[in-house]
């Protein structure tokens, strides 16, 4: 019997390890605690990643450092020139923030609220090329839990799939296993957002009769049960109609520069909207506090229609943006004139 | 056991160039430096220890990536597996051979991934296409980065052998053999 142990212990110790990788795979949970023995990799291998990885972005920033100098008088024109169109634009949006501060005030809408955010470094990019996943330096300790979304100032990052005191996983949104719900800026048009593990995504579920065309801005719609609404997704690459179908398919460029991500920051808020509610919650802009969330964003589609959803986002991150009433109309194109409340 | 440190070793820097690797080529030409360590480690038909080790980098890329775990261990032991099984076949111990099939065998693991999360990880699958664009440019990469590889496994794995932590738990087939 031992001498059959022994012959085939090569075999059997495969096909042990095997089934536990195996049993592993198929019992994931939702983003949860990482558990002890990966958190003991993780700890020690972050300290290593940090070694190798920390000169070699300080190389590359000394390096663009250098190469920044080469024709900085044209990019300071042009610079000069596109600060004045933005500062324009600015202009218009805080008028139109202004209006519909003033509208907000007369529905009678809650005050706004700050949203508690935690700062964090980005400290390891995912070691796979098939999955797209960060690792940042703030975790349970600092009040993070998974399920949390992750933000920049250009747009959505991700959301929170693990955390250990000292750091938290990071899915993004560019991942295959996330899912994000949004709607087109200009027409109100609603989808989902679909990773690809490149350096793109797919805007999918969205109604062949839906105008969307190259250069759209995609917001989150606030209606699934991870983000909150109004936060930049990303722009419409391109726009394929020739697929037969009840949807058209869409390529989505990231708002966010995901190879060149630094600091991120955490809300420490988390949405959850019962399944009876989710619609009425969520299209009220209602932001209830704490809660679980599950791996990636659940669109909501079959409940939600385009045209219910709230028609004035606010892109500004730190403060919660309750919906606009209905009548306050298409949030201003950049080179328009504010619409003027009615 | 000198031998066996120094093979923990270079798994650890394997998987760091990994790191660097990820940061530095673009997505089509990026090496899999990890699946070249566990197929290294079936070579000299590598017993029990050189399958923990696979498994073991298989489990550490599983931590510091977004993967279902277990994808990666299970990926690197069937490749430690598979060359333990090929080795004397192939006659895997030139540069010319070896890096052959490291190339042919991560385009094998390409369509082993996409099976395995099909089965296993349902919900997170890669679609086809996107495999099959990626598979011949990492394919190419990881095979040249095996080949000048092999001649550090090979004299690790000599020395592994010489000072008896690596044979302790191997094959008998892997003694018998020159």
Redesign the interface.
Known sequence: MSELLRRFRFALCYFALASLCALGMASRKAPAEIGFAPRLVLNLSLPLERMVTLPLSELRGAWGDYMALVGVREENERLRGRLARAEEENHQYREAILSSERFQKLAGFRAQREIPMVPANVIHQDLSPWFQSLIIDQGAAAGIRPGMPVITDSGVVGLVSGTTPGASKVLLVVDPQSRVDAYVERTRARGTVRGTSGHDCDFEYVLRHENIEEGDLLLTSGLGTVYPKGLVVGRVASVDRKTSGLFLGAKITPAVDFTRLEEVFVILEQRQIPAEESFSAADEGLWPAAATAPKGQVADAPKAHAADVPKAPVRGLPKRAPAAPKPAAVAPKPGEPPAAPQ | MSGLLRLLGIG?VL??A???A???LP?LA?P?L?LVYALALGLRGG??QG??LA?GA?????????????????LC??AC?AT?LLDRALYLRAAAPWAAYVGVYTLANFAL?GV?QR???P?????WS?LLI?APG?ALTTALCAAPLLHVFRRLLVEADRDGSWPV?A??GARSRP
Do not use: I
């Not at chain 2, 919900?123 to 679609?127: G, I, R, W």
């Open positions: 650890v998987l760091l990994q790191a660097v990820r940061l530095v997505t990026q899999d990890v017993g029990v399958l923990l498994f298989g489990f550490v890329e599983d931590v510091l990536s977004a993967s279902p775990p277990g994808l990666f261990a299970l032991g069937t597996a333990r991934f395995t089965m296993f990880a919900d997170s699958v890669l679609e996107e990626r990492a738990l094959t008998q």
